[in-house]
């Protein structure tokens, strides 16, 4: 399965517009707060509040559960399609951290 996904390099001006899409830094930010998911097609998958996130391919030469060295590709809806979308939608809606209702 093909995914549209993103990747911001580290060399992109600084100064991106917010039209254009978050930067990194937000993305990093994100990633770090978000929650996991079900996996898709044996990667782990996590939804922040900017985007969803997917561990990028593991190659032969790699372990695919050392986190220290994990790589993950962030999934936003303005670059995929709405089927792509709706998979990631699916793979979080049962895992999505319950509220509290404590007041």
């Known amino acids: ?3 549209g996904l993103i990747f911001v390099a580290a060399t992109a001006a600084a100064d991106i517009s917010p ?3 978050p930067t990194a830094d937000a993305l990093q ?3 770090q ?3 996991s998911c079900k996996d898709i097609d ?3 998958v996590w939804k922040g509040g900017l985007a969803y996130y997917i561990q990028s391919f593991v ?3 790699e372990a695919p559960d050392d ?3 994990m790589a993950t590709d962030a999934v936003l809806p303005e670059d995929n399609s709405a089927e792509t979308m709706q998979e990631f939608e699916q793979a979080c809606m049962t895992m999505a951290p319950t509220a509290s209702t404590d007041n």
């Open 29 to 31: 930010s994100d990633l």
């Open 19 to 21: 039209a254009m899409g």
């Open 42 to 44: 044996g990667r782990k």
């Open 67 to 69: 986190t220290a060295n």
């Open 1 to 3: 399965m093909l995914f």
């Open 33 to 35: 707060t978000a929650y």
């Open 59 to 61: 190659y032969d030469d």
